[in-house]
C-alpha cells in the first residue's frame, strides 16, 4: 500500500468467511488508491481453521502475526453452529487485553433511508470488566451469583480513552451512564471516576445519566448524544439498540483497542447468504479502515477516504442493501461501488457534513494516586441455612450466642440483600442464602485472627458458611453497601 515500506505501518489482515474476502478486496483497493501508508499482513483465521480443528479459529502462526503488529483489521468471521465453538471476537478481545469497544452510529439521511436523520453517535464500552469477567458460582440449592468487578484503573482507563476519542474526532460532548442510584459501590465508582477525568478536559462537555433512562432517551431522540461512556453489559446492549435505530447496521464499523494491538471490524457478520455474488456493501469494513488510520495517526488518509466514501452514498451510488427506488442514482456491485469511491478520491460530500479527523494519536495514560488507608471493621458471612420454617430471628439467637463468645456482634441479617433481623417483616420471602453482618464488639477495627475465631463460633454452632466477605474502610470512608432497611 506505502511506496516507502520502512515508514509504513504493519497491518495484520484478515479475510474473513462468507462476504469477508470480497469486502476486504475491495476495502484493500481503497487503501491503496489513497495512497494509505499500511502493509498488510495477511493471516488466516476463522471457518477453515474452526474445521481443522482449532477451537479457538486462530492457529498460532496468525496469533504471532496479530501479536507483533499494533492493527489488525479483520473482516467478519462465521461462526460454525453447534459445535460449541468459542466466540474468536471474545477470545481475541481477553486475550490482548482490548479494553475498549469503539461503535460509532451514524444516519446518512436522506441518502440512506433513516428514522433518526440527525442521529451521530459513538458508543465507547468498557470491555473487559462488570459481569462479563465471567465469575459465577452457586452457593446454596437456590442461589446463584456473578460477580461484577469494577477497577479504578480500568474505569479511569475507559473514561479517558473516551475523552482523548471526542477530541480527536472532534466531538463536543461525553456523556457516561450508570445506575450508581442502585449500585452505589461498582456503578458510584465508574461516576466517581468520570467526574475527576472530566475536569482535565474543559474543552468537553461532561454530563451523567441513568442508564435506564438514559437508554429511552437514546431510543427516542438519539440526535441529543455525542460520545457515550458506559460499563461493559450496559455498552453492550446500548450498541446493538443504536446500531438498530441508526438504520444502518451494514455501514457501521467498530474498533476494539488495548495498549498493544487494536482491531478493527465491520459490526455485521459474514452474511452468508449474499455471499460469492459480488454484491456485498464494503462500507462497514471501510468505516472500520478509516478508524484504524485515524488510530495509526494517519487522519488525512482518513479524512480523505471517508469524504470519498460519503460523496459516493450522495451521488446515489448504492449496493443491493442500501439501493432504494427514488433514492438511490443506481445499483452497483461491490466492484463498481469500490471503484466509484477511488473516482472520488480528494473530493467532499456536497450536503452530508465533511469529516477532517485531527491528526493525533489517541493515547491513555494512567496517573498514580496516593494509597488510601485500609482497615478491617467487620466481615459478612454468608450461610447456607435451610430449617423448617425459614425463622430468621431463630438464626439471630443462635448467631448472637456465637458471635458474644469470641468478642463480636451480630449487626443484621439480610436475605436477597433485604435486612430480615433484627426487626424483620414476615412478609419478606426468605431463600437458604443468608448474609450475616457481624462487628467487633466496641473497637472500629479488627484483624483476621480474629475473624477466623468468629469463622470457627459460627461453625461450632452448626452453621453452614459457604463465603466470606470483608468490611473494610479506605481511609475512613465505608467501602461496602449497606443492608436494605438497616
Ligand atoms: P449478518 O450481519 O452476517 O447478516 C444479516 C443480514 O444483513 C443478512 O441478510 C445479510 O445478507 C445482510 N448483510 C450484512 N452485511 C452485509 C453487507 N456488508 N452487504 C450486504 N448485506 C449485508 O448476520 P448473521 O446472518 O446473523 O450472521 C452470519 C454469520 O456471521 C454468523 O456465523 C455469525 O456468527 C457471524 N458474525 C460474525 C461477526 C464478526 O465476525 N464480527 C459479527 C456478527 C456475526
Not at 442508564?211 to 437514546?218: E, M, N, Q, S, Y
Not at 471490524?265 to 455471499?275: L, Y
Request: glycine share 8%; aromatic share 6%.
Amino acid at each position: 500500500m506505502s511506496s516507502s515500506p520502512e515508514s509504513a505501518h504493519r497491518v495484520t489482515v484478515a479475510r474473513g468467511d462468507g462476504i469477508g474476502p470480497e469486502i476486504m478486496d475491495a476495502t484493500l483497493r481503497v487503501l491503496e488508491a489513497a495512497g494509505a501508508p499500511i502493509v498488510p499482513e495477511f493471516v488466516e483465521i476463522g471457518e477453515a481453521a474452526y474445521l481443522a480443528g482449532d477451537t479457538s479459529g486462530i492457529p498460532e502462526q496468525a496469533w504471532a502475526t496479530i501479536r507483533r503488529n499494533p492493527v489488525f483489521l479483520k473482516a467478519p468471521i462465521t461462526t460454525p453452529q453447534g459445535g460449541g465453538y468459542k466466540s474468536l471476537n471474545v477470545t481475541i478481545r481477553k486475550s490482548l487485553n482490548l479494553f475498549a469497544n469503539v461503535r460509532p452510529s451514524k444516519s446518512y439521511a436522506p441518502y440512506v433511508a433513516s428514522p433518526h436523520p440527525g442521529m451521530d453517535l459513538v458508543i465507547v464500552r468498557e470491555n473487559e470488566e462488570d459481569l462479563y469477567a465471567g465469575i459465577e458460582h452457586q452457593q446454596t440449592r437456590e442461589v446463584v451469583q456473578v460477580l461484577k468487578l469494577i477497577t479504578r484503573p480500568g474505569t479511569e482507563r475507559i473514561v479517558r480513552y473516551a475523552f482523548e476519542y471526542a477530541r480527536a474526532y472532534g466531538r463536543r460532548k461525553v456523556t457516561c451512564m450508570t445506575k450508581d442510584n442502585i449500585m452505589k459501590h461498582t456503578d458510584g465508582l465508574f461516576h466517581s471516576v468520570f467526574r475527576e477525568v472530566a475536569e482535565e478536559y474543559d474543552d468537553i462537555e461532561a454530563d451523567h445519566q441513568i442508564i435506564d433512562i438514559g437508554t429511552a432517551r437514546l431510543a427516542a431522540q438519539p440526535e441529543r448524544f455525542d460520545v457515550i461512556v458506559t460499563l461493559n453489559l450496559y455498552g453492550d446492549i446500548l450498541s446493538d439498540v443504536a446500531s438498530q435505530i441508526a438504520g444502518s447496521v451494514g455501514l457501521g464499523g467498530s474498533a476494539n483497542v488495548g495498549p498493544d494491538v487494536a482491531m478493527f471490524e465491520a459490526v455485521h457478520g459474514s452474511a452468508p447468504d449474499v455471499a460469492g455474488k459480488g454484491i456485498a456493501n464494503p462500507s462497514g469494513l471501510l468505516t472500520a479502515a478509516a478508524q484504524m488510520l485515524v488510530h495509526l495517526g494517519e487522519s488525512e488518509s482518513a479524512s480523505r477516504i471517508q469524504n470519498a466514501w460519503l460523496r459516493t452514498l450522495e451521488d446515489g451510488i448504492h449496493t443491493a442493501d442500501i439501493y432504494r427506488a427514488g433514492l438511490s442514482a443506481t445499483e452497483v456491485t461491490t466492484e463498481h461501488f469500490t471503484d466509484a469511491l477511488i473516482e472520488r478520491l480528494g473530493e467532499c460530500p456536497k450536503e452530508l457534513r465533511p469529516v477532517a479527523y485531527r491528526a493525533s494519536r489517541i493515547k491513555v495514560d494512567q496517573r498514580p494516586r496516593p494509597a488510601a488507608t485500609k482497615q478491617l471493621v467487620g466481615i459478612d458471612i454468608f450461610l447456607d441455612w435451610d430449617t423448617d420454617p425459614r425463622d430468621p430471628d431463630r438464626l439471630g439467637a443462635v448467631l448472637q450466642e456465637a458471635a458474644g463468645r469470641v468478642g463480636w456482634s451480630l449487626k443484621m441479617i439480610t436475605n436477597r440483600g433485604v435486612k430480615v433481623f433484627p426487626g424483620g417483616l414476615p412478609e419478606t420471602f426468605c431463600t437458604d442464602h443468608w448474609r450475616c453482618r457481624f462487628v467487633p464488639s466496641g473497637a472500629s477495627a479488627t484483624t483476621f485472627d480474629a475473624v477466623l475465631d468468629l469463622l470457627a463460633s459460627v461453625h461450632r454452632s452448626e452453621c453452614e458458611v459457604i463465603k466470606t466477605e470483608h468490611l473494610y474502610t479506605f481511609d475512613g470512608a465505608r467501602g461496602y453497601s449497606l443492608g436494605q432497611g438497616e
